[in-house]
C-alpha cells in the first residue's frame, strides 16, 4: 500500500482511484481502527507525513511514510490541513506540487478522524486516576491511547514526565498506580525527588526512572523499575540515571549462577554475615576502608578483619580500584537477583 497513492494519481485521478481511496477509510471505519493505525497507514498510502491535532481531546499524532506514530502532530509550515470541529486539524505535508488525489485522501481522512473521535474507545475520566496512569505507563498501548490518558491526567504529550517506582514507606506526591508489587508514581521532572545516598528514612525502596516527553513514559517507568530492582536496605533510593551500564545488565544474565554472587551469598550466610556484606557496600560507596567505617558508625580498626574474611571468600583483594569495581559489580547483581519481585 505505500505510496499508493501516488501511483494511483500517476495513471489517472479518474472516479475508480477515487473510489479506492474512499474505499480504503471506509474499511478502516469498518474495522473500528484506532488513531494510530488511521495515522500510520495513511501516511502510507500518500507517501508523505500526514497528522491529526486535536488538542481539545489530548490528541495529537503525526507519521511519515514507513515509520512509527508519533507526537506531537502539529501541521507543519505548508500542509495542506482540513478544519473540523472543535478546532480539531487533519493535515498532509507533501513535498513539492499536490498529486490529484490529495483533495480526496484529505477529505477522507478528516471524514474517519470525525467518526473515529465520536465512537473513540480511549477511557473518560470516570475510569479515575489510577486507570489512566496503568494505561499511559502500559507498553503495548497505542500512541493515541497514552495521550489521551495522558492529556486526562493533565500532561501533555511534550511535558518532561519522569516515573518513580516504590516499594513500601511513603509514597511521593503525584499520579499513581499500583501495578503488581510496584506502585508507579507519574511526577513531573521538575518535582523534587529524594536524594541519591542516603536513606530516605520511610522503611521503602525508591527507583527514579529518567526524564522524558511524556508520549515516551513507559520507557521511564521500565527504567524505574530497574532502578529500583537495585535498592537495598543500605542504599533504598537509585537514580536510573546514576546506574551508567550497570542498567544494562537488568534481564541478561543469570546473576544467581556467578561465582561472585555465589561467594556474596556464602559470606551472608555465615555469623555476622549482613553486617559483613554492609561493610562492603560501603567500602565500594566510599573507596576506603577509614571512610566506609565512619558511614557505619564503627571504629576503623574492625574493618580489616571484615575484609580479609571477605577476601578469603571472594578470592580476590576488595580494597584495590580493580577489586572494588569487581566487588560492586557483584553486589549490584545479587540485588538484581534478590529484587526480582520488582521487576
Do not use: Y
Not at 515509520?67 to 513539492?96: F, I, K
Not at 583483594?317 to 577489586?323: E, F, N, T
Amino acid at each position: 500500500m505505500k505510496g499508493l497513492l501516488l501511483r494511483l494519481s500517476g495513471l489517472d485521478a479518474d472516479a475508480e482511484n477515487a473510489v479506492r481511496v474512499i474505499g480504503f477509510f471506509d474499511r478502516l471505519i469498518t474495522a473500528h481502527a484506532g488513531f494510530d493505525t488511521l495515522v500510520r497507514t495513511t501516511a502510507d498510502l500518500a507517501g508523505c507525513p500526514v497528522g491529526v491535532h486535536a488538542p481539545g481531546r489530548g490528541l495529537s499524532l503525526r507519521a511519515a511514510p514507513g515509520a512509527g506514530v508519533s507526537a506531537p502532530g502539529t501541521a507543519p509550515h505548508g500542509a495542506a490541513a482540513r478544519e473540523l470541529e472543535g478546532g480539531v486539524v487533519v493535515w498532509v505535508a507533501r513535498a513539492g506540487a499536490p498529486v490529484p488525489l490529495d483533495d480526496m485522501l484529505l477529505e477522507r481522512f478528516a471524514i474517519a478522524t470525525a467518526i473515529l473521535l465520536e465512537h473513540s474507545g480511549v477511557p473518560h475520566p470516570e475510569l479515575g486516576d489510577p486507570a489512566l496512569v496503568e494505561l499511559a505507563l502500559t507498553e503495548d498501548a497505542g500512541t493515541a491511547e497514552r495521550s489521551r490518558a495522558l492529556h486526562l491526567l493533565g500532561f501533555g504529550p511534550s511535558a518532561r514526565l519522569r516515573v518513580v517506582a516504590t516499594a513500601g514507606g511513603e509514597v511521593p506526591s503525584g499520579r499513581s498506580a499500583v501495578l503488581g508489587t510496584v506502585r508507579a508514581v507519574l511526577t513531573a521532572e521538575t518535582d523534587p525527588l529524594p536524594a541519591g545516598r542516603a536513606s530516605n528514612g520511610s522503611g521503602g525502596r525508591v527507583g527514579v526512572g529518567p526524564g522524558v516527553p511524556a508520549i515516551e513514559v513507559a520507557r521511564s517507568w521500565a527504567a524505574a523499575r530497574t532502578a529500583l530492582r537495585l535498592t537495598s536496605d543500605d542504599e533504598p533510593v537509585v537514580r536510573w540515571e546514576h546506574l551508567g551500564s550497570l542498567a544494562a545488565f537488568d534481564g541478561v544474565l543469570d546473576p544467581g549462577g556467578l561465582p561472585d554472587v555465589q561467594a556474596l551469598d556464602r559470606l551472608a550466610a555465615e555469623p555476622h554475615g549482613e553486617d559483613t556484606l554492609a561493610a562492603l557496600s560501603a567500602l565500594c560507596a566510599t573507596g576506603s576502608a577509614r571512610k566506609a567505617a565512619a558511614v557505619l558508625h564503627r571504629h576503623h580498626s574492625t574493618m580489616p578483619s571484615r575484609l580479609a574474611r571477605a577476601e578469603a571468600v571472594l578470592g580476590f583483594d576488595v580494597d584495590s580500584p580493580a577489586g572494588r569495581f569487581r566487588l560492586h559489580l557483584a553486589l549490584m547483581l545479587r540485588r538484581l537477583r534478590d529484587n526480582a519481585e520488582f521487576s
